[in-house]
């Protein structure tokens, strides 16, 4: 994870389409890993200004981790990205 750049693209349907499942399924394991990097991190960060900046990195790899299932959900893609996970309210 890097600090003060965020560069992270969610890909749209179309691309979902034309990237295959492989590399779509990997974009979610990445994503996941990214949301659990930043939960780690806020546990490790002492300054205050920088720790609005991992609370925000908290809330956007959640969010882009929960959007990315719910394509994978729309397309009934199968993986082991989120085994073990309940993602029913997504």
């Known amino acids: 994870m890097q ?15 034309i990237k295959g499942q492989t590399e779509f399924l990997n974009l979610i394991k990445q994503a996941k890993k990214d949301w659990q990097l930043s939960q780690k ?19 956007a790899n959640e969010a882009r981790y929960r959007y990315l299932l719910k394509n994978a959900r729309l397309q009934n893609l199968q993986g082991d990205a989120w085994t ?7």
């Open 3 to 17: 600090f003060f750049s965020y560069d992270k693209h969610i890909p749209n349907e179309d691309e979902i389409k």
């Open 41 to 59: 991190l806020l546990s490790e960060v002492t300054d205050c200004d920088l720790m609005d900046y991992v609370i925000y990195s908290i809330k």
């Open 84 to 90: 073990g996970e309940n993602f029913n309210d997504i």
